[in-house]
Nanobody, 124 residues
Framework: QLQLVESGGDLVQPGGSLRLSCAAS????????IGWFRQAPGKEREAVSC????????DYSDSVKGRFTISRDNAKNTVYLQMNSLKPEDTAIYYC?????????????????WGQGTQVTVSS
């Protein structure tokens, strides 16, 4: 069964850090770009970051650039999102998703499998 499972979400104070993981099972990550998206209450799901299958092409939204770092460990079949200098506006459910190609896209509809999400809350 093909699955993506996110973990690492938590309650953290402003300025803090978290590392999210996206573990894949039922398929090999090597051939696919993986995107991270987030959805805050009352808002649309938005693209946060993406990493190509090779890891050589990486994209970030303007709102997280310089604070978040995406990486992948194909040997562990896992993609990570390191989030530093967290702000209250980063509060959201974070999802990872598979794009059925090796290169990235920010469009939700161009991703075919999604995880269940992990909650990140930034609050003092």
């Amino acid at each position: 069964q093909l699955q993506l499972v996110e973990s690492g979400g938590d309650l953290v104070q402003p300025g803090g850090s978290l590392r999210l993981s996206c573990a894949a099972s039922g398929f090999t990550l090597d051939y696919y770009a993986i995107g991270w998206f987030r959805q805050a209450p009352g808002k649309e799901r938005e693209a946060v970051s993406c990493i190509s299958s090779s890891g050589h092409s990486i994209d970030y939204s303007d709102s997280v650039k310089g604070r978040f770092t995406i990486s992948r460990d194909n040997a562990k079949n896992t993609v990570y999102l390191q989030m530093n200098s967290l702000k209250p506006e980063d509060t959201a459910i974070y999802y990872c998703a598979r794009r059925p190609y090796g290169y990235c896209s920010e469009h939700r509809e161009e991703h075919d499998y999604w995880g269940q999400g992990t909650q990140v809350t930034v609050s003092s």
